[in-house]
C-alpha cells in the first residue's frame, strides 16, 4: 500500500539512490541509509519502518546482523536481502525463521516491486487488530 514507509541500506550510494527513485515512484515514503550501522541507529532513534530493504555484504554490519537486531527491536517490521555478493543459502536461515524475502542482484524493477508488496503483503496480514473505538469520541458506559 503506497505511503508505507521503507528503509533502504547499501554501502553503494547509486544503489541507494536508484532504489530510492523506483520506490518512491511507487508511492513509498523512502528513507536511506549506508551500512547497517546507521540503518539500526535510525531505527533505535525511534523511526518505525514497514520494510527494510537490506544489501547482504557492506562494512561495519552487514545485512544478516542488522535483520537480527532488527527482528528484535521491531519484530513487526520486514526484510528484504538483495546481493549479488553471496547465494541465498547465506540468508536462508534469516528467510526461514523470520519469513523474510531474497532478490539477488541484477534484478528487474519489477522483482523489486513484486518482492516489496509481498513482504509488505505478509507484514499487513500478520498486524494485530485494532479495537475499534467509538465515533464521535463517545465512551461507551461499563
Known amino acids: 500500500?503506497?505511503?508505507?514507509?521503507?528503509?533502504?541500506?547499501?554501502?553503494?550510494?547509486?544503489i541507494r539512490s536508484l532504489l530510492r527513485s523506483l520506490l518512491s515512484r511507487q508511492g513509498y515514503e523512502v528513507t536511506e541509509?549506508?551500512?547497517?550501522?546507521?540503518a539500526l541507529s535510525l531505527c533505535e532513534k525511534g523511526f518505525s519502518f514497514d520494510l527494510v530493504v537490506t544489501d547482504v555484504v557492506m562494512p561495519q554490519m552487514d545485512g544478516l546482523q542488522l535483520s537480527r537486531k532488527?527482528?528484535?527491536?521491531r519484530p513487526s517490521t520486514r526484510v528484504l536481502f538483495m546481493s549479488g555478493k553471496?547465494?541465498?543459502e547465506q540468508v536462508a536461515s534469516q528467510v526461514s525463521e523470520f519469513g523474510f524475502g531474497f532478490i539477488?542482484?541484477?534484478?528487474?524493477?519489477?522483482e523489486l516491486r513484486e518482492s516489496v508488496r509481498n513482504q509488505l503483503r505478509v507484514r499487513g496480514m500478520a498486524r494485530p487488530a485494532r479495537k475499534k473505538?467509538?465515533?464521535?469520541?463517545v465512551t461507551p458506559a461499563k
Open 104 to 110: 539477488k542482484k541484477p534484478f528487474a524493477v519489477e
Open 133 to 137: 473505538r467509538p465515533q464521535g469520541g
Open 86 to 88: 553471496c547465494e541465498f
Open 70 to 73: 532488527i527482528a528484535a527491536l
Open 1 to 14: 500500500m503506497p505511503g508505507e514507509k521503507i528503509l533502504v541500506v547499501d554501502d553503494e550510494p547509486q
Open 33 to 38: 541509509a549506508g551500512d547497517g550501522a546507521e
